[in-house]
């Protein structure tokens, strides 16, 4: 099996490039491919499908050629991953399956719109935030209360006094089970300047990673409802690095580069 591995902000990935779905990806392998002592190491895998090909997302091919058939760490599929579309965008324009410029993604969350620029930055419209209420969640006997925000995967952005490096994310927060029954990614942020946020992030199948792009855009949305705006650019810093959420009337966008690191033959 072929593989190429990127990262956006250190948020990192396994492409493998299966364009007509052959492959057997089963959760053991992903597991394995992402394990970062016995395998290649990754938070994720991105397998490049045709978007025809697929049952899940069929109805999508009119609008995106390629799936992003994404799975978490642990082998589970997710619907969204923003980081992920970034380091996909990028591996299709540099393997001549797509043009550079604007072009559509499927996803199990639907079609997103990406746009490479000649920084090397890559921007996705991540569709519109929804607001789904509040819930909570305790980390290490510390209770936090946030925003359940739904990008296409469910979201809990918690705003938050104590200084978010200080904080242990070695362990699965506690959440709501019955709000969040299939799981659910948790940002902590601290607002540090004008639309200026500092974020960590426990994601929902592959612990703490060093980005996360629906969780950026979610975290901006917590951010903005405290200071009570609804528009405007964000400045998000995360451990890998820093990227862009802009919010508008319509839609989210996130922005910020996308690395292609490595590629050889995975022998799993």
Known sequence: MRFVKGHGTENDFVILPDPDGELELSAALVAAVCDRRAGIGA???????????????????????????????????????????????????????????????????????????????????????RLLGRSHTTVAGQEYEGLRIDMGNPHLACVIGDPVAQLDLGYQPGFDTEVFPSGVNIELL?????????????????????????????????????????????????LGGTVTVTLDERTSYLAGPAVLVASGDLAL
Not at 191 to 207: A, H, K, L, T, Y
Request: proline residues 4%; negative net charge.
């Open 43 to 129: 938070d994720g895998v991105l397998r490049v499908m045709r978007t025809k090909l697929s049952p899940e997302v069929a109805d999508q091919a009119g609008e995106a050629e390629w799936f992003m058939d994404y799975r978490n760490a642990d082998g589970g599929a997710a619907e969204m991953c923003g980081n992920g579309v970034r380091v996909f965008a990028r591996y299709l324009v540099d393997a001549g399956l797509a043009d550079a410029g604007e072009f559509g993604v499927a996803t199990r969350g639907g079609v997103r719109r990406v746009r490479l620029a000649e920084t090397g930055d890559v921007t996705v419209d991540m569709g519109p935030p």
């Open 190 to 238: 601290n607002p540090v300047g004008p639309r200026r946020i500092v974020m960590r992030v426990f994601e929902r199948g592959s612990g703490e990673t060093r980005s996360c792009g629906t969780g950026a855009v979610a975290s901006a949305v917590a951010a903005a409802h405290l200071a009570g705006e609804t528009t405007g650019t964000w400045a998000v810093e995360v």
